[in-house]
């Protein structure tokens, strides 16, 4: 059964220091997502891409958090400089376009500590 | 902004027996859809079920039914014949038709399946 694949699993950096996490959506999967879960919480959209194009990004703290998805496929988001808030896990989902039927399938996660 | 809550931090229900796990949202919208999604510890979120607003049938999968009340924007997830395997953190979330098709997530119930 296809997945959506994210690396690193976990990630260990200090504060001021830059750091990417990379997902893989699901072969065919038009539309992408980033979420953060801080612990306790429920995921919070931070990015949804449509294809390249970002169609919601209004959450995305852009002073320091970018996300891109060049070719349509992949998609990394990064952090520079890191804080100690954005400890959290980052969750990447897809689904197969926007439609409000699509089922969204989510990967294992990035659980990110910033000391 | 569409809000969705979980009043229940922590469930626990005995082997074979039923639980419910509850949630209330707020929205102006008249058509979106609900879906309760199951993360097991240290594993990635998976669709348990879903409701599309506009159909009055509450939905089912297997164990797992949702009883779904529009005028109160009640939302509840009834698990019967529980198994150990239950054992996740639950959440409730909601999908706007508009603003993109962007989830809104509770924040959790925690439900342990006590042997």
């Known amino acids: 059964e296809a997945e959506v694949a994210q690396s690193p699993r976990y990630k260990i950096t200090e504060k001021s220091q830059a750091v990417a996490f990379w997902c893989d959506p699901i072969?065919?999967?038009?539309?992408l997502y980033w979420y953060r879960q801080i612990l306790g919480q429920g995921p919070e959209l931070l990015v949804q891409f449509q294809d390249e194009s970002v169609v919601d990004d209004s959450q995305l703290p852009k002073d320091r958090f970018s996300a891109e998805r060049l070719k349509g496929v992949d998609s990394t988001l990064k952090i520079q400089p890191a804080e100690l808030g954005d400890s959290a896990m980052y969750l990447c989902?897809?689904?197969?376009?926007?439609?409000?039927?699509?089922?969204?399938?989510f990967g294992p996660g990035t659980r990110l500590t910033v000391l | 902004a569409q809000t969705v809550t979980q009043s229940q931090p922590e469930m626990s229900v005995q082997e074979a027996e039923t639980v419910t796990l509850s949630c209330t949202y707020d929205t102006s919208e008249s058509d979106y859809y609900l879906f309760w999604y199951k993360q097991p510890p240290s594993r990635q979120m998976i669709l348990v079920i879903r409701?599309?607003?506009?159909?009055?049938q509450n939905a089912t999968e297997n164990r797992f039914s949702v009883n779904f009340q529009k005028a109160a924007k009640s939302f509840s997830l009834k698990i019967s014949d529980s198994q150990l395997g239950d054992a996740a953190m639950y959440f409730c979330a909601y999908r706007s038709k508009n603003t993109g098709n962007q989830f809104y997530f509770g924040t959790g119930t925690s439900l342990t399946v006590i042997p």
């Open positions: 409701q599309e607003a506009y159909k009055q």
């Open positions: 072969s065919g999967h038009a539309t």
């Open positions: 989902a897809s689904s197969l376009d926007t439609a409000s039927t699509d089922t969204q399938y």
